[in-house]
């Protein structure tokens, strides 16, 4: 069998995996990179959170991502029935971006790549792990081209940045359910033909709840050129009702909502409708002898907020600064230094997320009379800070969100 050499391999050419060989090739290292499909392909997850600026500008990707010409992105709306409010980033309580983008995923993560190709970082597409040993002094993966022809890689780590496809832990048993309920979602892109004379602010994402049922919600993510993406997220059983194809389901759906239907009463379904379910996911641990686990590979909450790609890149600048310092000789302690202060922000995220579900959070977004200092610790979480423990909405998450919801509830 063929072994080759390199200093760290990546599973996946995704925002997190091409970031993370971005960084490492600025410490120098040899960087595999093994895509099992072939870029550009579609994706969902468009809208970005400002935090992710941060690990795009460190990694030295801003200029391909600011040259890329996306949809400019400053804050997020709400919406329900006739309640409407919205966030602005750049009024926040942390310090760092306040402006992102919404992008389409096929070329965003293109972008990325490339960037990490012409830093150094070596991407094989259509190149599939099969296997993985971490049994030995250094971690062994089993791969296969896109021809069939198979071959093995030896390196010094193992990231997997497989999103979905969640490959180390299937390969090495370390997938737990989640403790969150299981949710689907159906969604598409679409030639939105909105009216001009219809208010759209289309640098803002919109999550839009359902008239009669709060637990059920939209994304409008506008991502240029008069497109926007579009989607509905609920419980199985909820889309289950609803006669059709996957089409015909969101079709109907967004017609249930008077807002949307205005929005989308022109529009242009030219793009398939897809479905996806049981996404949430978590794990016995985040990493292991000579590998982990890099954003969605390791955990996924909910895309409410929109946080999968800012937790992929904070966990892809965690973990290549571990490897950055075994490389130096130092002894690292991967739970103390990389899955404990990425699960601090996770964290974050899952308490507004539970919060949401519970309608507690839907109470304070839509509350009459907002505090401009608590607001804009609020909007300090939603623009993806969720890491700042200087924010009390951060600090003590559950509990000073709880005394919010009662005293919104009152």
Not at 15 to 29: D, I
Request: with cysteine; glycine share 8%; aromatic share 12%.
């Amino acid at each position: 069998m063929n072994v080759q050499q390199t200093d760290v391999v990546i599973i996946g050419a995704g925002p997190s995996g091409a970031v993370a060989a971005a960084f490492l090739r600025q410490q120098g290292r040899r960087v595999l990179v093994l895509e099992r499909e072939q870029f550009p392909r579609f994706v969902i997850g468009e809208s970005l959170l400002p935090q992710s600026m941060e690990y795009i500008e460190a990694a030295g990707m801003l200029r391909d991502v600011v040259e890329a010409g996306f949809q400019h992105k400053n804050g997020a709306a709400f919406a329900w029935g006739d309640k409407y409010t919205d966030f602005d980033f750049r009024d926040k309580f942390s310090d760092g971006w306040g402006t992102t983008y919404q992008v389409p995923r096929a070329t965003f993560d293109k972008v990325l790549a490339d960037a990490a190709q012409r830093q150094g970082a070596e991407i094989r597409y259509r190149h599939t792990v099969t296997a993985a040993d971490v049994s030995g002094a250094r971690p062994r993966v089993s791969v296969r081209d896109g021809d069939g022809a198979t071959y093995e890689v030896e390196a010094r780590f193992v990231l997997d940045a497989s999103g979905f496809g969640r490959t180390l832990p299937r390969l090495l048993d370390l997938e737990l359910p989640s403790d969150f309920p299981v949710r689907g979602a159906l969604f598409t892109q679409v030639e939105d033909r909105i009216p001009a004379d219809v208010p759209f602010d289309r640098f803002k994402v919109r999550v839009t709840v359902h008239p009669r049922h709060p637990d059920v919600w939209y994304w409008t993510i506008p991502i240029g050129g008069g497109r926007c993406s579009l989607g509905v997220v609920a419980k199985p059983d909820f889309l289950a009702r609803y006669p059709g194809s996957e089409a015909d389901k969101l079709r109907a759906l967004i017609g249930e909502d008077a807002n949307l239907s205005v929005l989308f009463a022109d529009a242009v379904w030219d793009t398939r409708v897809g479905y996806l379910s049981g996404y949430s996911a978590n794990v016995k641990s985040l990493w292991g002898p000579g590998f982990a686990l890099l954003g969605n590979a390791g955990e996924f909450l909910d895309p409410i907020f929109s946080s999968g790609i800012t937790i992929a890149f904070k966990s892809a600048a965690l973990a290549t600064r571990c490897i950055a310092r075994e490389f130096a000789g130092e002894a690292v302690d991967w739970q103390a230094d990389y899955a404990e202060p990425l699960k601090y922000g996770v964290n974050t995220f899952r308490t507004f997320v539970d919060a949401w579900y519970e309608g507690g959070f839907q109470r304070v977004i839509f509350h009459s009379r907002h505090t401009p200092d608590i607001r804009r610790m609020i909007c300090s979480i939603l623009a993806g800070y969720a890491w700042d423990p200087a924010n009390p909405y951060v600090a003590q998450a559950r509990r000073r969100l709880a005394v919010l919801e009662e005293l919104c509830s009152a």
